[in-house]
C-alpha cells in the first residue's frame, strides 16, 4: 500500500490528473497479482504433478502403488493449472504496458476478457479435483466408493494441499477482474 | 441481428452519435443471453433435483434406490445453479437499465465483476459434478470405484442430460463479459 501511494504521489507531482496516478498504483497491483496467482498455480502443478505412493507391503503379484494420474481429473488438473500459468507469465507483458500508458483502454478490456476465460479453465480444474479429494477422503457409502486416503496417507495429504495453490489462483483472479474493472471505470 | 440493426439505426435517426447505438445493440444482446442463461441453470437445478431411481428389483433388507444427494457434490451443482440463477434474474434489472441509458459505465463495471465471480460458482459446481459424473460411468479401476451406471442406467442419462444447461450457462457467461468489455472499451 505505501508502494502504491508513493506511485500516486510521485505521479501527481508531475502529471497533470490525479486519475492518472491511481490507475497506474492498480496496473502495479495487478502486475503484483499476476506474480502471485503465478507462483500458487505453478506450485500446484507441480505438487500434483509429483505425486506418488508405494506402501510399504506387497503381495506376490501386486504392488500398491498410488500416482496423481491413477485418476484422470488429476491429469486435467495439472494441464489446467500449467495452461493457467503459463497464460500468467505472457500476461505479465501486457501488464507491465499498462504500469507505463496508464491510459491504454482496449488492452484492458481484453486482459479483462482472457482473465475470464482463464479463471473458468482454472475453477473447473480446482473444483473437479476438489470433488475427487473429497471421495478419496471420506468415500461414498451409497455407490460403494471406499475412502482410499486409509491406505494412502501421504499421497491424500500431498493432493489435498496441491489443491491450496489452484484455490489462490481463482481469488487472485477474481481480484484481477475487480482491479481492471476498476481501472477502467476511471478516466 | 435484424432488431439490433433497426435499433441502431433508429438510435443513428435521433442521437447524434452512432456509438450509442451500437452500445444499445449490445445492451440488448447482453439482455437476452441473460434470458437464455436463466433457462440453462434452472433447467439444470430442476432436472438434476428431481432425479432419482428406483431399480425392479430388492432384498429383504434393501432397496436399490438412486437419488441425487447421495453424493454430496450433486446437491452443490443444484444450490450453485439455484444461486446463479436467481442472480440472473436479479441482474436483468440493471441490464434494462443498459438498454435505456446505454452510456452507463460504473454500473457495467460492477455487472463484469459480479459476473465473473457467478462464472466462478457456476463452473465449480458443473465441473466438480461432470468429475463425478465421469467416475459414475466410467469407474476407476485403481481406486476400486465401481461404474454404477451399469446399474443404474436412466439415473446416469438424467444427470450427464442436467450438466448441459449448466454448461451452456458457462459459455453465455463468457459472452456476457465479452459483450460487456466491448460496451466498455466504445464510448
Chains 1, 2 share one sequence.
Not at 501511494?5 to 502529471?15: H, I, N, P, Y
Amino acid at each position: 500500500m505505501k508502494q502504491i501511494s508513493d506511485v500516486e504521489l510521485g505521479d501527481k507531482a508531475k502529471s497533470s490528473s490525479p486519475r492518472s496516478g491511481v490507475k497506474k498504483g492498480l496496473s502495479i497491483l495487478d502486475f503484483v497479482l499476476r506474480l502471485i496467482a503465478i507462483v500458487g498455480t505453478l506450485a500446484s502443478a507441480v505438487a500434483m504433478g509429483t505425486t506418488n505412493e508405494t506402501l510399504p507391503f506387497f503381495t506376490r503379484f501386486t504392488r500398491f502403488r498410488a500416482e496423481y494420474d491413477d485418476l484422470p481429473t488429476f491429469t486435467f488438473f495439472v494441464v489446467a493449472n500449467a495452461i493457467v500459468s503459463g497464460y500468467l507469465v505472457l500476461s505479465l507483458v501486457l501488464s507491465f504496458f499498462h504500469i507505463v500508458r496508464s491510459n491504454a483502454q482496449n488492452s484492458r478490456v481484453l486482459l479483462i476478457i482472457f482473465d475470464a476465460a482463464m479463471l473458468g479453465l482454472l475453477t473447473a480444474g480446482a473444483s473437479a479435483s476438489a470433488a475427487i479429494v473429497y471421495l478419496a477422503h471420506n468415500g461414498n457409502t451409497n455407490t460403494n466408493w471406499f475412502a482410499i486416503c486409509r491406505q494412502f496417507n501421504s499421497f491424500c495429504e500431498r493432493i489435498s494441499g496441491s489443491l491450496i495453490g489452484s484455490f489462490v489462483g481463482v481469488g487472485v483472479f477474481l481480484l484481477l477482474i475487480l482491479v481492471s474493472g476498476l481501472a477502467l471505470s476511471r478516466r
